[in-house]
């Protein structure tokens, strides 16, 4: 399974945006990159995924480079309610498994 | 949206007794399911892979004769942690694929396990 590079934890202030980073210099062609969350004591949810493009829904943005061997997941304002961790996902077109990193711990200062 | 529950969301059990939990998707129809455990500060470490009507496909490292695991329809996966003991309490969460074809996982709100 291609691997991902997150930082371990990254600190923001309350109603800014954040910007949360992921390298994944090995993705294939067809590998879908999706982005989840786990709030704590909490099973982790989805957040958002792309494949080559930029994406928007309504809980988040993904900003995926042209070469695709990074992408960025941005919050736009962040609240007390986003600190979780975030994990940050390659999984292959046709594959099911999802195999899950060590992530980035979101700390939200008020 | 899709929903996976879990029975019981929270359990204290005795060293040497089975413990099951299940896994249940609310909403949708789950030919594949797939068991996590995860001990406190950690990610989530992939346990085995639950096909409806078929073997479950066990990750390099789990016991399968210990953590048993049934896919009997398309709504319902269960994991039976058997002769449970101390070293076995940790966080077990289900996901389930969606529907969608974009690999996208719906996940269960996880089973604290706690063996005395």
């Known amino acids: 399974d291609a691997k991902t590079t997150q930082p371990n934890s990254m600190e923001s202030n309350e109603e800014e945006p954040v910007h949360l980073p992921c390298n994944h210099s090995t993705i294939s062609g067809t590998d879908y990159i999706h982005w989840y969350r786990q709030l704590p004591s909490q099973g982790p949810e989805y957040v958002i995924h792309?494949?080559?493009s930029n994406v928007n829904n309504r809980m988040a943005s993904l900003a995926i480079a042209e070469d695709r061997k990074s992408s960025t997941l941005i919050l736009h304002r962040a609240t007390l309610r986003d600190a979780a961790v975030y994990y940050c996902i390659l999984s292959p077109l046709g594959g099911f498994k999802t195999i899950f990193g060590a992530g980035t711990r979101l700390f939200v200062k008020a | 949206g899709a929903v996976v529950s879990q029975h019981p969301s929270r359990v204290i059990c005795k060293s040497g007794t089975s413990v099951k939990i299940e896994c249940r998707s609310l909403?949708?129809?789950?030919?594949?399911m797939f068991w996590y455990r995860q001990f406190p500060k950690q990610s989530l470490m992939l346990m085995a892979t639950?096909?409806?009507?078929?073997?479950?496909?066990?990750e390099q490292g789990v016991e399968k004769d210990k953590f048993l695991i049934n896919h009997a329809s398309l709504t319902l996966s269960t994991l039976t942690v058997t002769s449970a003991h101390p070293e076995d309490s940790s966080f077990y969460i289900c996901?389930?694929?969606?529907?969608?074809?974009?690999?996208?996982?719906?996940f269960g709100p996880g089973t604290r396990l706690t063996v005395l």
């Open positions: 792309g494949l080559t």
């Open positions: 909403d949708f129809q789950a030919t594949t």
């Open positions: 996901s389930a694929d969606g529907t969608s074809g974009n690999n996208e996982q719906f």
């Open positions: 639950s096909n409806e009507g078929s073997k479950a496909t066990y």
